[in-house]
C-alpha cells in the first residue's frame, strides 16, 4: 500500500508537533510493509537537508521543496505521487499543501481514498483567525465531504468534525508516537513547564497569571519555564508575555528558554515538577504523551482531551482560568513526597498501557485499507 502525505512542514521543522508526529508515523508504517512519500517544505528547518528531490529515509521517501509547494518541480513530483498512491493522507484543513493536494486529487485522481487530519482546526476558538477564509474553504470541502475519512485524536475532535461534515467517515486513533528512553529526575526544585508553540491559542499568559498569584510564587525553589518557538507573526504576543513578566517583577521566577529538542528536551521534561497545557483549545496534544513517558505529571486545561488524567491519577484537568491555575498549581506543589511519587508512576502506566505504538500503527494500517 502506497500511502502519500502532503505536508506543509515536516521534521525536522521546528514549528509545531505535527511534523515529528507524521514523522514517526511513516517510520512505524514503513516497519509495517508501507510504501510512504512525504512531499513538503523546508519551512522552520534550520539544519541542511536534501531538496528538490526524493531521498529515502527513515519514515519513507520524502522530498523537501526548498521553494514551495507552488514551484513547478514540487508539483511536478506532487501530481506524479497522486497518480501512484493508493491512499492519501491529508493533515491540516487550511494549509496550503493540503489545499493544493485535494485540488490535484480532486482533478485527477477522484476515486482514490482520502484521509484528512484536522489537527484541531475545527474547533471554534481555531476558526476565528482568518475566518472568513475558513468558512469558503469548509463549503468547498462538504461538497466532497462523502468522499472524504476524516481522522480524529479524541471524543471532541470527532464532535467537532460531526458538526460540519456529518456525511463523513471518522477515524478515531490517537496520534502514533514512540516512547523515548527514560531517564532519572536530577532537579531537587520544584520547575514548572509549559512546552509548546508560542500562539495566542496556548493561553500561556493565563499560566504566567496564575502562577503570580499562587502562593507557590513566593516560595523560592517554585519556578515556571516556558520553551518553544514562534512564528514572526506572533511576535506580538511573544513581546506581550515578556511585558508581563516584566510588570510582575518575576524575571527570577519566570524563564523563557526558546527552542528545546531532542535528548535536551527530554531531560527538561524528566526534571520538571508538573507539565502545564494552558491551551483554549487542543486536539491532542503530543507533549502530554512526552512528559508523562519521563514521568512527569500534567496539568492540562478542560478545554483539551485530557480528563483521563485525574482518572488514572497522573495529573489534573482545570479549567483553564488564571485562578484555578492559580489554585492547581498551590495545591500540585504542596503533595507530600509520597504523593507526588504515585503521580509518577501513574504516569508512566499511563503511557504504557494505552499509548502502545505497535498497536495503534496497526489500526491505522486497517483503516487505510478500507
Same mark, same amino acid.
Given at each position: 500500500?502506497? =500511502?502519500?502525505?502532503?505536508?506543509?512542514?515536516?521534521?525536522?521543522?521546528?514549528?509545531?508537533?505535527?511534523?515529528?508526529?507524521?514523522?514517526?508515523?511513516? &517510520?512505524?508504517?514503513?516497519?509495517?510493509?508501507? #510504501?510512504?512519500?512525504? =512531499?513538503?517544505?523546508?519551512?522552520?528547518?534550520?539544519?541542511?537537508? &536534501?531538496?528538490?528531490?526524493? =531521498? #529515502?529515509?527513515?519514515?519513507?521517501?520524502?522530498?523537501?521543496? #526548498?521553494?514551495?509547494?507552488? #514551484?513547478?518541480?514540487a508539483l511536478k513530483m506532487l501530481l506524479s505521487e497522486i497518480a501512484k498512491a493508493d491512499v492519501i493522507h491529508l493533515t491540516s484543513l487550511f494549509s496550503p499543501s493540503s489545499i493544493i493536494g485535494f485540488l490535484l486529487a480532486f482533478l485527477f485522481r477522484r476515486n482514490v481514498k482520502i484521509v484528512w487530519s484536522v489537527r484541531g482546526e475545527l474547533n471554534s476558538q481555531a476558526l476565528r483567525i482568518s475566518s472568513f477564509k475558513k468558512k469558503i474553504l469548509l463549503l468547498f470541502y462538504r461538497l466532497f465531504a462523502k468522499h472524504i475519512t476524516f481522522a480524529s485524536t479524541s471524543p471532541k475532535e470527532t464532535s467537532e468534525i460531526k458538526n460540519h461534515f456529518q456525511k463523513s467517515s471518522i477515524i478515531e486513533l490517537p496520534n502514533v508516537m514512540p516512547t523515548p528512553s527514560r531517564y532519572q529526575r536530577t532537579e531537587t526544585k520544584k520547575r514548572l513547564l509549559y512546552l509548546g508553540r508560542i500562539h495566542p491559542i496556548k493561553s500561556i499568559e493565563s499560566l504566567i497569571e496564575g502562577f503570580y498569584q499562587s502562593d507557590a510564587f513566593n516560595n523560592p525553589d517554585i519556578f515556571l519555564d516556558i520553551v518553544g518557538e514562534y512564528n514572526s507573526r506572533d511576535a506580538g504576543y511573544f513581546q506581550n508575555l515578556k511585558d508581563l513578566v516584566a510588570k510582575n517583577k518575576m524575571e527570577n521566577k519566570v524563564t523563557f528558554l526558546g527552542h528545546i529538542a531532542g535528548l535536551d528536551k527530554e531531560k527538561l521534561l524528566v526534571n520538571a515538577y508538573f507539565l502545564v497545557l494552558p491551551s483554549h483549545t487542543e486536539n491532542f496534544g503530543n507533549v502530554v504523551i512526552e512528559s508523562l513517558n519521563q514521568a512527569t505529571p500534567v496539568i492540562a486545561s478542560q478545554n483539551t482531551p485530557w480528563e483521563k488524567l485525574e482518572v488514572f491519577k497522573a495529573g489534573f484537568w482545570v479549567n483553564n482560568s488564571s485562578k484555578s491555575l492559580a489554585e492547581i498549581i498551590d495545591y500540585a506543589t504542596q503533595l507530600k513526597c509520597q504523593e507526588y511519587d504515585h503521580y509518577r508512576a501513574n504516569s508512566i502506566n499511563f503511557v504504557d498501557e494505552h499509548y502502545n505504538i505497535d498497536i495503534q500503527i496497526r489500526e491505522w494500517i486497517n483503516e487505510y485499507s478500507i
Open positions: 500500500m502506497r =500511502i502519500l502525505f502532503p505536508v506543509n512542514s515536516f521534521y525536522p521543522t521546528t514549528m509545531g508537533g505535527p511534523g515529528t508526529i507524521l514523522y514517526w508515523h511513516g &517510520v512505524y508504517l514503513k516497519k509495517n510493509g508501507c #510504501d510512504v512519500v512525504v =512531499i513538503t517544505t523546508t519551512n522552520g528547518i534550520n539544519e541542511k537537508v &536534501v531538496t528538490n528531490k526524493l =531521498i #529515502d529515509l527513515p519514515c519513507g521517501q520524502v522530498y523537501y521543496s #526548498d521553494k514551495g509547494l507552488l #514551484d513547478w518541480g
